[in-house]
């Protein structure tokens, strides 16, 4: 898949609604730069198992386009809701426009969003990169730098390719987490982190506590005495999500240690975000 290609996908998802349509053209036209990613009908989990969808998502200068149709009252007071709930999760940026102004006011209103996606580009000078869709998806991308910040808003198409950023060389991996080869008592952790068959795991609104629980309770004690005993009691998460296109991808979510404590308290494993920075290491010889 090539940039072109990435675009028409993103496009073609709001091919149903006319103004949002509209507006995600104009605004990624008149902003012509293909060194700026973008996403429609971006997912923002709320943590509690509910979620929300944003109309255009710029996410290397965590910018979120919200496209306004004329509606009651009602519906105007759960936007404003729903727009600090995204705001308080995220801690993006959010810009509205609003159609009802007709062409004129919105082809206006766009130019100011350009102007603010200028400007905050302009603003992160060096610290902008330019979006390589080759290289978002390549590990070795992540091991030349020699970390993965939260920022960075690192996914990955498959678990392996997260695996291979700290000293694997595995052909594929097909597990739901992976010993760290280099660092001790270490989990490379692949979660689904929503109610999903016989485990209900969640991560909260900030997303820095994700409790893991089996649904049957004795299985859940079970489970978290389990763990407690194994001494392994840090996690670099790479949470199972849906991805931009609708595909799964693997999204780093930071490095979460054990609260053993916590965890005998309410009956399940409970982490804690320790950083939202982590190493990454080049392959390292027979790692298993």
Known sequence: MDKLDYILRQIRKTNGKAYENYVVTRIWHRLNNAGVKFITQQYVSKGDGGYALTDMYFP?????????????????EADELREQDI???????????????????????????VEIIKSKITQLGDDFECWDLAREYDPATYIAKGYIHLKDNVAFQKSVDACNCFGYEYKAHYRGGARHPIEANTLIWFPKLYPNGEWNNQISADESVITEQHVDPARAI??????IESGVHRRIIFARVKGPLGD???????AFELDVMESRHRHCLVWRKQSDTINTYKPVQHAL
């Open 248 to 254: 799964v991808l693997y999204r780093f979510k930071g």
């Open 222 to 227: 079970e489970h978290m005495d389990e763990h």
């Open 60 to 76: 290397q200068i965590g910018l979120h386009i919200e496209v306004d149709e004329p509606h009651h009252q009602k519906q105007v």
């Open 87 to 113: 705001i308080h999760i995220t801690n993006h940026q959010i810009e509205r426009v609003d159609i009802s102004s007709g062409m004129e006011g919105i082809n206006a209103r766009v130019e100011e969003i």
